[in-house]
């Protein structure tokens, strides 16, 4: 195997992890964060994150950082995140804009819609590459609230479109550009109380092209030591078509 044969390889992997930790569907659950009727929400995130390659049994590890701001009020919520790494030589930038609006904030059970846009990029100087991929995402679901328990379960269902452009040498095939249908199914449980939050997500991806489907398990826990500054801890478990991703995200929490 050539040296830029092995860069390319390893270009699918790191999208593919990347993808996973910074998935769009994860931003808005950061609505976990405990807040008044509007707030300001930032968050500078570091953590590590494992990725294993399901065909060789090989893995790989790295650190991530992150930076989160979000508005939130009890009917809408808009959120973006900017991320940097550098793995296996290869510069990695990212930015993700998401929105969620809700229907009665004092409803048992209410509709929801959502949406984000993802667009991510890869640098690669060794083998000459670069890979931009950009993906738009629409959720629609219902939002059941329990206040006895203070307790909300949101399940939806989503559609996305992936698109990755790949700039390479001619001898390696030259520039390419590929485009995926992805189907969402999912239920998120949020967990609300005092200066305390919680929500777990799972949901199911379908590659409508591959005709392949992945799990996806994710959890959020945040502290408020006060009304305005806490402690939020990120924990997920991804699945894709042939690597399988684990990563742990922890910040303080700053409300404004």
């Not at 405990?34 to 929400?41: F, G, L, R, T, V």
């Not at 939806?156 to 995926?180: C, D, H, L, W």
């Not at 992805?182 to 199911?204: E, N, P, Q, T």
């Amino acid at each position: 195997m050539t040296l830029n044969t092995r860069h390319f390889r390893k270009t699918i992997v790191l999208f593919l992890f990347i993808q996973a930790i910074w998935n769009p569907v994860w931003a808005e659950d950061v609505a976990a964060v405990p807040h008044p009727a509007s707030a300001w929400i930032v968050s500078p995130l570091i953590g590590w994150a494992q990725n294993e390659d399901l065909k060789t049994g090989a893995a790989d590890s790295s650190p991530e950082y992150g930076f989160f701001a979000m508005y939130a009020t009890p009917r809408f919520i808009v959120n973006n995140t900017m991320f940097f790494t550098d793995v296996n030589n290869s510069e990695v930038w990212g930015n993700i804009s998401s929105f969620g609006l809700y229907g009665d904030p004092k409803a048992r059970l209410t509709w929801y819609l959502g949406g984000s846009y993802v667009w991510h990029q890869i640098n690669i100087e060794a083998a000459q590459m670069k890979m931009t991929i950009t993906e738009p995402l629409g959720k629609i679901g219902v939002v059941w609230r329990i206040p006895s328990k203070h307790l909300s379960i949101n399940p939806y269902i989503g559609y996305a479109q992936e698109t990755v452009r790949t700039e390479k040498p001619a001898f390696m095939g030259g520039n390419s550009r590929n485009r995926s249908d992805i189907a969402v199914y999912g239920v998120s449980a949020y967990w609300h109380w005092r200066m305390f939050g919680a929500d777990a997500k799972y949901y199911l991806s379908q590659d409508m092209d591959h005709d392949t489907f992945n799990h996806h398990f994710r959890v959020w826990g945040t502290a408020m030591f006060s009304p305005k500054v806490g402690v939020i801890a990120r924990f997920e478990y991804e699945e894709q078509n042939t690597t399988k991703d684990t990563s742990l995200l922890v910040g303080p929490v700053f409300v404004f």
